[in-house]
C-alpha cells in the first residue's frame, strides 16, 4: 500500500510542477527578451532552398523498375506508392505517393529545474520546408540516420541526455506515429527527460517555461510540429490539479475565467467524464475491429492518376500534394549542403477540435479516423482534419461532419486559433489552422459511431500509449493545455 501511496504523491506532485510550470510567464529569460534573441536566429540564420528537378537530386536515383525515389545510402527514406481500401468509405479505394521511414528517430525535450520552475531546453532549427526559416523545435530532432551520422556531418548535441537515461529521471517515452496520409506506418520516440546536470545552453538553444511555451504557440509557425508532439506527451493530469492553480487574476474577464477553470477541470482526474476509460477503449478496440481496412506499397509507377515530369509527381486534378525536390544550403546544420524530395501539399488545412463544457468540465470531441499509413487501423484525432480545398474534387459524401460548422464559428466561440506549420524535414510550406471552437453543452450529445467527448485528462491518459492519438490531435492538446495558464 506504501508504495501506491508513495507512486500517487510523486505522480500528483509532478503534474503540480508541470502546472507551475504552464503558469510562469518569466523564466531565465523574459518573453520580451526571448522575441529579441528568436527574430536575431531567424535573421542570422537562413538556409537557400531551391527547386530542383527530381532527376537532378544529389545521391537520390529513380528506381527503373518500379519509379521509387531512394537515397544511395539506402537510408533516410523513400518515396513509393501505396494502394488503400477502405470499405464504405466515400472513396472506397485509391493509390498514391507516400513516404516510407522505417527508422524510428528521436524527438527530445530536456527539462531542468531552475529557481524552482521547471524549464525545457529548445532549439531555434531551420528546416527546408519551413514557411518562416527558424522555428522552435525540441532539444533533440533526428532521425537514426542523423544521429548515427549517415550523412557524415556533425554530432547532434544532447544526444547522450535521450539515448541513456540512467542518470535522469523519464518525465515521458512513448513511440507515437506521425502523418497517416503521407508517412506509411511512420513513428518517432517522443521523450521527456529531467535531469539535475549543469547544462549551458549551446548556441541556438533557449531555456523556456512551459507558460512561455504555450504563450509562443498562439504565435503563427513559432513553435513546430515536433515540438508540439512532444509537449502533448507532458502528464499534464492529476487528482486535484485545478485546486493547485492560483486564484484567478481580478484582470481576467468572468467568462474567460471559466471557460479556464473547465480546462482546469478537464485535467483533473477527479472530474469525471461522458464515458469512463473503459468504456474509451472498448470503443476504440470494437471501431478498429468494425473497419475493414487494406494498405499496401505498390510501385510508385502504379499510382493511378498521379504523374512525373520534370519537376514534381503531382494528382492530375492538381490538387492534395505534390512531391518536389530541393537543393538546400544552410550554414547551421550537422551537414552544410545537401538535395532531398519534400511533399508539397496544396492549400492550408484546418485541425480543429469542437469543444464544450459539461457540469463545468471540457470535453473534447476527437474523431476516430482511419488514415492508410497508420500502424493500427486508425488513431483518435481532431473533430475535423482535413484541406478544405480538396473536397471541390472528391465527392460530398466524403465532405467531413462539423466542418462547415468550425468553418462558420463566430469569433466569440473561437478559444483558440493559429496557422502552425507541420513537419519542415519532410514537407514543404505545409501548414494547418489549429482551431478550438467552443459548442454549447447540448451540442452533438450522440455525434456518430466514430466520435466521442473527451476530456483533457482522458486524451492525456491514452498519449502514455502508442497509436492512441493522432499527430494533429496532439498538437491540439498542446493547445488546450495552452489555455489553462496563459495570461489573459
Known sequence: MSGILTALT???RRAVRIAESAQAAAGVITLARFHEWFAERRKGDVSRVERVPLDALDRWGTDPATGDIRHDSGRFFTVTGLAAEVAGAAVPAWTQPILLQPEIGILGILAKEIDGVLHFLMQAKNEPGNPGGVEISPTVQATRSNYTRVHQGAPVPYLDFFRDTRRHHVVADVLQSEQGAWFFQKRNRNIIVETTDEVEPLEGFVWLTLGQLHALLAGDTVVNMDARTVLSCLPF???????SYPSPSPSRALGDEEFRQSVLRSCSEEFAGLHDIGDILSWITGTRSGHEVGARRVPLREAELWHRDEEAIRHE??????VIGVEVESGHREVARWSQPLVEPIGVGVNAFVVKRVDGVLHALVHAGVQPGYLDVLELGPT????????AWLPEAARPPFLDEVLAAPPERIRFSSVLSEEGGRF???????????????????????????TLHQLVGLLRHSHYVNVEARSLVACLHSLAGRPA
Do not use: K, M, Q
Open 317 to 322: 486534378s492538381g490538387l492534395f500534394f505534390r
Open 10 to 12: 510523486s505522480d500528483h
Open 384 to 391: 475535423v482534419r482535413c484541406t478544405p480545398g480538396n473536397y
Open 428 to 454: 514543404y510550406g505545409a501548414r494547418n489552422r489549429y482551431l478550438i471552437v467552443e459548442a454549447d453543452a447540448d451540442h452533438a450529445p450522440d455525434p456518430g459511431p466514430d466520435y466521442r467527448w473527451l
Open 237 to 243: 493530469s492529476g487528482v486535484g490539479l485545478s485546486s
